[in-house]
């Protein structure tokens, strides 16, 4: 890692740790584990392989299927190379397998091309010490919200067509919503493969998961099962799978994840580089946005990694932006209301970008496209709501 990476640099929600309650970790530092962080914990070994049942498991032929072990001994971290095929690196040096090696903070550990920090916070705070991390790569961004109506899949897919057509981004939307998904519907697409028969192969790869994927003119889709009972036939294992695949051919994975939160949701939100937790500007969903917050905040995800979209903010009667980032304690993305541009999505399956390019939904969604890929957000000359994306949207 270098000190010249600081263009990337990722915010974390800091962590105050007592003295007595000092841990080690292994942060992600490239996808789909970047910022996450694996807690090494005295006893059982941390194992790290390609196989299932390991500590860490690395989705790559280049990976062993019991790659390495790390091991808590006497507050000391041991990593060692169980006799890999392709070898494990700290700090751009091959380790001799079956040799320990003592861990330092900040040393970086690489298997195949999956790199992750060591950070030891009997040295350094996690979130202080750890460099910026690089935003490169493929991105799996979820979009998840506990009740319906928001308007994701209609955000979705005209975020999808800006990163493809704008950005030049290779894009794919995966309808998650299993029972209900309708990004078929919405794109106009014709019924043919769906997820279902994806995970009836043996070996979900990046290269078989193609036949099941639909073009959708500028960005390609996953469609939803045809029928609602299917969505029984569906576990983590095959999301983890598929989003795996997916990620080696897109520069941008959008998931349309349905509105429970169960073992699918869960793991997608584990797999997803960034979450966009969407509600609209209404008391029942501010608190059932609170209620995830507190979710997610148990699981320890730092701020970088989840975000707020308010959807329809500015509709008669409805609660303000600033009431809703003092209610919820966190800065939010905000949509305009502007329900005769939204429906041209969701019921005429046209593209907004296309046709109502100066729509402030338009604009809003184009502005979260933005900050995806690192670029300045445009800021209307209205003094109106998009006054304020640029400082909303650069958290």
């Not at 007595?20 to 910022?35: I, M, Y």
């Not at 983890?240 to 939100?269: C, G, H, P, R």
């Not at 979209?309 to 980032?325: F, P, Q, W, Y």
């Amino acid at each position: 890692m270098t000190e010249e990476n600081n263009s990337a640099k990722t915010v974390y929600r800091r962590v105050v740790i007592p003295e007595e309650a000092k841990k080690k970790f292994l942060v992600g530092n490239t996808p789909p584990f970047l910022g996450k962080t694996f807690e090494l914990t005295p006893g059982a070994a941390f194992t790290i392989g390609r196989e299932e049942g390991k500590s860490l498991q690395l989705p790559s032929s280049m990976v062993s299927r019991s790659h390495a072990k790390v091991e808590l001994q006497d507050g000391r971290c041991i990593l060692t190379d169980t006799e890999s095929s392709n070898g494990t690196f700290a700090n751009g040096e091959r380790l001799p397998p079956n040799e320990p090696y003592l861990l330092s903070h900040k040393d970086v550990i690489k298997f195949d091309t999956y790199e992750f920090i060591f950070i030891d916070t009997a040295v350094g705070d996690i979130w202080q010490t750890l460099k910026p991390l690089s935003r490169e790569g493929s991105q799996i961004v979820s979009f998840y919200s506990p009740k319906g109506g928001t308007g994701i899949t209609t955000i979705i897919v005209n975020l999808a067509h800006y990163l493809a057509t704008k950005a030049d981004k290779k894009v794919v939307v995966v309808d998650l919503d299993l029972r209900f998904g309708d990004v078929l519907t919405f794109l106009k697409g014709k019924s043919g493969q769906t997820i279902i028969e994806a995970i009836g192969e043996s070996d979900i790869t990046p290269e078989n998961i193609q036949k099941f994927i639909h073009k959708g003119g500028d960005f390609d889709y996953l469609a939803a099962p045809k029928k609602t009972e299917l969505a029984e036939l569906i576990n983590p294992n095959h999301i983890k799978s598929i989003l795996w695949s997916l990620e080696a051919n897109y520069d941008f994975v959008l998931v349309d994840l349905q509105a429970v939160i169960d073992d699918i949701t869960i793991n997608t939100w584990e797999l997803s580089n960034m979450i966009y937790l969407v509600g609209q500007p209404e008391i029942g969903h501010l608190i059932a946005a609170r209620r995830v917050i507190e979710i997610m905040n148990q699981f320890k995800y730092p701020d970088s990694k989840f975000k707020l979209i308010m959807n329809k903010v500015g509709r008669t009667g409805s609660i303000a932006a600033e009431e809703i980032k003092a209610f919820l304690k966190k800065e939010i993305v905000t949509l305009p209301y502007a329900p005769d541009d939204a429906i041209l999505t969701s019921n005429g399956g046209e593209m907004l970008m296309a046709e109502k390019g100066s729509s402030p939904l338009t604009v809003g969604i184009a502005n979260l496209a933005r900050t995806m890929i690192g670029e300045e957000v445009v800021v209307q000359e209205d003094g109106g709501i998009f006054a304020k994306l640029k400082s909303l949207l650069g958290m």
